[in-house]
Antibody, heavy 121, light 113 residues
Framework: QVQLVESGGGVVQPGRSLRLSCAAS????????MHWVRQAPGKGLEWVAV????????NYGDPVKGRFTDSRDNYKKTLYLQVNSLRSEDTAVYYC??????????????WGQGTMVTVSS | DIVMTQSPESLAVSLGERATVNCKSS????????????LAWYQQKPGQPPKLLFY???TRQYGVPARFSGSGSGTDFTLTISSLQAEDVAVYYC?????????FGQGTKVEIK
């Protein structure tokens, strides 16, 4: 079935780095733009990043620009989010979500279960 | 960037009664090229990822009960639950998805009175 599975979260000290992964299955991963969305404990949804289906275009939310980098391996059907210079305010559940086909905007039909990142000394 | 504002922040409705959630965007989400509103609604229950309910503002996702409806155009949108059921207790989010930064509203918590 169509599925996204995140991994790579954990407890990390401020200023350190992590790489989150999102493994896709059940659909043609290379056709879709992919997003990261996060949710701090008890808070709402915050869009973090997007990467086009071919990796040619990326965009980031203002709070993470310059610190987070998303990438993808279409052969491995995996999305990545490199998170650097972590701050306490980055503590959140990080979800990957499927966007539209190629460069066509679309709602996020498929979501992973999320991976928790806790930034704490 | 487009700002999405939902109201109310929370509401409590009796079982079987109507629940209405509003969403206002800071600029129109209607794309004149295809005459579609790039507005989605999601439902999120505790401990779960969001679930897509509506896209194009009013197109119901497969499997979403008919008691849910989405309406509106341009900058003002509404999610309505015509007869609230216990399983509808959740937080509901609107989202604009055509922009380079797909923005969510702050969420509306729907509870049973």
């Amino acid at each position: 079935q169509v599925q996204l599975v995140e991994s790579g979260g954990g407890v990390v000290q401020p200023g350190r780095s992590l790489r989150l992964s999102c493994a896709a299955s059940g659909f043609t991963f290379s056709n879709y733009e992919m997003h990261w969305v996060r949710q701090a404990p008890g808070k709402g949804l915050e869009w973090v990043a997007v990467i086009w289906h071919d990796g040619s275009i990326k965009n980031y939310g203002d709070p993470v620009k310059g610190r987070f980098t998303d990438s993808r391996d279409n052969y491995k059907k995996t999305l990545y989010l490199q998170v650097n210079s972590l701050r306490s305010e980055d503590t959140a559940v990080y979800y990957c979500a499927r966007g539209g086909v190629a460069a066509t905007p679309d709602a996020f039909e498929i979501w992973g279960q999320g991976t928790m990142v806790t930034v704490s000394s | 960037d487009i700002v999405m504002t939902q109201s109310p922040e929370s509401l409590a409705v009796s079982l079987g009664e109507r629940a209405t959630v509003n969403c206002k965007s800071s600029q129109s989400v209607l794309n004149s090229a295809d005459n579609k509103n790039y507005l989605a609604w999601y439902q999120q229950k505790p401990g779960q990822p969001p679930k897509l309910l509506f896209y194009w503002a009013s197109t119901r996702q497969y499997g979403v009960p008919a008691r849910f409806s989405g309406s509106g155009s341009g900058t003002d949108f509404t999610l309505t639950i015509s007869s609230l059921q216990a399983e509808d207790v959740a937080v509901y989010y609107c989202q604009v998805y055509y922009s380079s930064s797909p923005t969510f509203g702050q969420g509306t918590k729907v509870e049973i009175k």
